[in-house]
């Protein structure tokens, strides 16, 4: 079965810093990986996909398939980035699509 | 910009009740999901829908549950005998054919008491 692991429940950056987001997964095939991320008091809505390889609001990921990785890094943290991120697996082999969360991380951005 | 919507925002309800659980998905989308999150637990899937039936369901998914489209525009969930434990943010997706994203809505705060 597969499992999707966000070890940090709560992560606290000053403004300015770089912040990493971990996520690692478990899944004996070759998954399709996502960040969805939740602003307070909005609906979770996707960052980024590790198929279309894109930077949105200055975050990346890189899905690393020999360390099962798919780490959300941003170089500069700025205030409006604190939310609630969640890393999720769609499992390639499911063709309904249904998604696999993690437990999600709390960022919170300090000036 | 199309969004998901899902009625109502909060439910309480009594322990034995039934609820409805109403969403409408973006819609020219053909894939229909619900997903809940415990409160400090992590988002779940309970089922797909796709050309008007259960596509997959999770095991949290049991006879209490079911999702209709009742009208070609709403997707709802039903829980037929709500207990303390169903008390959980309910969230509605939907999703285009060849596109793996999915949109969710706001979500439905149900508590059982």
């Known amino acids: 079965a597969q499992r999707v692991t966000q070890p940090e429940k709560l992560l606290s950056v000053f403004k300015g810093a770089p912040v990493e987001l971990k996520c690692n997964y478990s899944?004996?095939?070759?998954?399709?990986l996502f960040w969805y991320v939740q602003y307070s008091r909005q609906r979770l809505q996707l960052l980024l996909r590790?198929?279309s390889r894109e930077s949105i609001k200055g975050f990346t990921a890189d899905l690393n398939k020999g360390e099962t990785s798919f780490h959300l890094k941003k170089p500069f943290a700025q205030e409006e980035d604190s939310a609630m991120y969640y890393c999720?697996?769609?499992?390639?082999?499911?063709?309904?699509?249904?998604?696999?969360f993690g437990a999600g991380t709390q960022v919170v951005v300090t000036p | 910009e199309p969004e998901v919507t899902q009625t109502p925002s909060h439910q309480v309800t009594q322990m034995g009740q039934e609820v409805i659980l109403r969403c409408v998905p973006i819609?020219?989308?053909?894939?229909f999901y619900w997903y809940r999150q415990i409160l400090g637990q992590k988002v779940e899937f309970l089922v797909s829908?796709?050309?008007?039936?259960?596509?997959?369901k999770s095991e949290i998914f049991d006879d209490q549950f079911s999702v209709e489209r009742p009208d070609g525009s709403n997707f709802t969930l039903k829980i037929r005998s709500t207990k303390r434990e169903d008390s959980a943010m309910y969230f509605c997706?939907?999703?285009?054919?060849?596109?793996?994203?999915?949109?969710f809505g706001q979500g439905t705060r149900l508590t059982v008491v």
């Open positions: 997706a939907s999703r285009s054919e060849g596109n793996t994203e999915a949109f």
């Open positions: 899944y004996s095939g070759s998954p399709e």
């Open positions: 590790h198929i």
């Open positions: 999720a697996l769609r499992p390639t082999t499911d063709s309904w699509g249904k998604l696999q």
């Open positions: 819609s020219n989308h053909l894939y």
């Open positions: 829908f796709y050309n008007n039936e259960i596509s997959e």
